[in-house]
């Protein structure tokens, strides 16, 4: 369909004593800044928790950024280049759309949109081609043969790999599994390579949601809790590490997450009211450390964190009833709220209401949250926060120049201390890595696509980075 514009190892649970009790630092937290708000009142609530919106996800095409965002009827594509004048571009139905539908789930690859839905029958995965936006789109897979629902879907870019959990497919073979690995090597022809119900010995009653870099997978089981797996194989997946539901504090619903750009915490939610996010140290494997845990600095017992997502030195969640929540992680073991931004007037309860989702990684550092009632909120992400909070982080001086930047950037770090450095994109990829003790170093950036970075530096035992922009 055409559309035009217009139309594994067992793991051992090391609690870290020291800072106990658990708690988000107290300090004082900005309201971020408003920068647009979409909604369409004529979109039915689901028959289940009266949400007309579920997933938010964005792309950046040409300089332009879009946002993503799914509801019952189906999957809305919004121009948010300019925040002050945003407007829905396209609009693609799902197989089904209709008061059934929960949840939808997004990733992109390649320019290709994956959308999913978790209900209906009649449910499809879609392949949206987004290459010729603004002019127009193009659903260029719609079939049920592989995944009629899903209820998250992953992407390894890196290893061109789409995880899929809990799908379930129309023919007998593809039944519903805890985990499904397709290969993406053809982008609109994916392949099955796996179904997972078990690693190493340990079953999988379900992946609720799956994060996923270079092959190693963060899976979060729901009521069974949490592992880690590497898929460099996939056909033969390993366990590195199990931690189960009663060998960490707070445990509930063990929901989703997402690891550090260094690769070595992971800010891990149990979707159950009352419980607070964990600051998990995946360092020493099988052993897993929680090191903190998060709070949305809501005294009721109803706040629960549904969905987190890592960018650069901030982690953002959606918090249901406590909207759009962001932490300093520069020290990625203690984070420090520092931002947030209500996006619902609805009293806290024991339901699933307000915040769903967030993305942070367009180029321009906007924030796109989606609330299950009120729809699209466009917020002004945290580089634009005063400073009137005391955040006590060490910085490295080191400048990156040009920003932002075309075809090479010149790092200079004024010293000859440094260890490593790195650049990593929004998801967490290494794309560059040096050894080199100069004290000034050229990156090409020519094959990088445009979009937000990270120059990631480390002295001695200490990380520093800052955020660069390649146009």
């Known amino acids: 369909m055409n559309f035009n514009r217009y139309g594994h190892v067992a793991g051992i649970i090391v609690y870290c004593l020291i800072v106990l009790p658990f708690s988000i630092k107290s300090q004082n937290v900005d309201q971020a800044e408003l920068l647009s708000h979409w909604k369409v009142d004529t979109i039915p609530g689901s028959f289940t928790f009266d949400n007309a919106y579920n997933e938010i996800w964005g792309y ?7 946002a993503i965002i799914g509801s019952t009827l189906g999957t809305h594509i919004i121009d948010v280049t300019n925040p002050s004048n945003i407007e829905e571009l396209f609009f693609v139905a799902g197989a089904v759309s209709n ?20 209900e209906g029958a009649n449910s499809t995965l879609q392949i949206i081609d987004l290459s010729n936006l603004p002019e127009s789109i193009e659903v260029v897979f719609d079939d049920n043969a592989l995944i009629y629902r899903a209820h998250n ?40 390579v796996n179904s997972i119900n078990s690693i190493d010995g340990v079953p999988f009653s379900q992946v609720h949601d799956a994060y996923v870099r270079d092959g190693i997978a963060y899976l979060n089981c729901g009521p ?7 898929f460099n194989d996939p056909m033969n997946p390993i366990l590195l590490a199990n931690l189960t539901s009663s060998e960490y504090p707070q445990a509930g619903y063990n929901h989703s997450g997402w690891l550090s750009t260094g690769g070595d915490y992971y800010y891990m939610a149990d979707e159950t009211h009352g419980m607070d996010m964990k600051v998990l140290d995946v360092t020493s494997l099988p052993d897993i450390t929680v090191v903190d845990t998060i709070d949305a600095g809501s005294t009721s017992s109803f706040s ?121 994109d929004m998801m967490g990829r290494v794309l560059f890595s040096s050894l080199s003790n100069e004290h000034i170093h050229t990156i090409s950036t020519n094959s990088l696509q445009s979009g937000m970075y990270t120059l990631h530096v480390m002295e001695g035992t200490k990380s520093f980075s800052k955020l660069f922009v390649k146009i």
């Open 224 to 230: 069974t809790g949490f592992n880690i797996a590497d």
């Open 304 to 424: 629960i964190p549904h969905n987190q997502v890592v960018a650069g030195d901030y982690l953002y969640a959606s918090y249901y009833y406590d909207g759009l929540q962001v932490y300093d992680i520069s020290d990625p073991s203690s984070p420090i709220r520092i931002l947030e931004y209500s996006t619902t007037e609805i009293p806290h309860s024991n339901t699933y209401e307000g915040a769903w989702g967030v993305y942070p990684l367009l180029p321009s550092g906007n924030i796109l949250v989606s609330d299950m009632q009120e729809g699209l909120f466009v917020v002004k992400g945290p580089e634009a926060v005063t400073a009137n909070q005391s955040i006590q982080s060490p910085q490295l001086d080191f400048t990156i120049f040009p920003n932002p930047a075309m075809d090479l950037i010149s790092v200079n770090t004024f010293n000859k201390n440094y260890k490593e450095l790195k650049l990593i």
């Open 153 to 192: 879907i992953f992407i390894d870019t890196a290893q061109a790999l789409l995880y899929g959990c809990i799908t379930g497919g129309s023919d007998p073979v593809n039944n519903f599994v805890p985990l499904r690995v397709f290969d993406l090597t053809d982008p609109i022809n994916p392949i099955v």
């Open 99 to 118: 008061p059934q539908i929960i949840h939808r789930d997004y990733h992109d690859y390649k320019d290709y949109l994956y959308a999913v839905a978790d």
């Open 60 to 66: 950046a095409k040409n300089e332009n950024e879009y």
